[in-house]
């Protein structure tokens, strides 16, 4: 995701555009966010190395996952192609002085401007969905695995090729005559596009099947270790603010939805995916 729109890649004005209308971080404070947030956390505390490590965070926003990594003492560098996200990252890292960003800049997971073998570890939250051609989605894969060294380990997050049917049958998207031809599109090949101009439908993306993340890590030269559920069942809940609100039932919850993470019959019914990948070579 670069500084410019290129003639064979998606439209990265398109993308900020999208971005400079939602409020990404707002986003994980509501609904399933809340759940998606403390999920990748515990899956980044269970894989990533002690800290201090060097971190790469791409397509990290404005850093809600950095931040709270630098906090833990890890060295974080983050790369977002989104102007604004940039920005905020910036002001914020100034805002916390003892837990700075070791550096944020508008960047492209294609190209980082990383050496090789400088990050002990790796966040790619973001690149294999709005990388709509697998091509790109392979060369952002093997770019991070440039810049590892070996033994570290990458988190990809994709999301479900199921993720707008649940939204059109969960939250009643499907009652919208403009949503039904997108779910159905999504259910053949993933390509996932709105031309409605409705931000709950999201932007022009790639959903993964459970199966096709796989071979994309593997053809990267990354040895994949897992798939990993985020939201799992517990995404669907039309409840779930309520149920994250007493922590008897949030922990409930997670307990559950951590008993059934390696049930690969139910990976497709979580909106988000995140691929445990390790440099081997």
Known sequence: MSKSKKANDFDTDALSDFYNRVDEDGRLTIGSGPL???RTQEI???YLPLPPAVIGDVGGGSGVYAFWLARKGYEVHLVDPVAKHIQQAKQASQNQPDYPLASAVIGDARNLDWKDHSMDALLSFGPLYHLTKREERIASLTEAARVMRKGGRIFAAVISRF???????FRHFLDDPAFVPIVEQDLIDGQHRNPTGNPAYFTSTFFHHPGEIAPEILESGLTLEKLLPVESLGG?????DEIW???ERRERL??????VEDESSLLGASAHI?????KTK
Not at 163 to 169: H, K, N, Q, R, V
Not at 236 to 240: E, S
Not at 274 to 278: G, L, P
């Open 245 to 247: 609100q007493n922590s």
């Open 274 to 278: 995140i691929a445990v990948a390790k």
């Open 36 to 38: 998606e947030l403390a």
């Open 163 to 169: 993720a707008s049917l649940m939204d059109g049958i």
């Open 44 to 46: 980044l505390s269970q």
């Open 236 to 240: 669907l809940l039309p409840d779930l």
């Open 254 to 259: 997670l307990r559950f939805i951590r008993a």
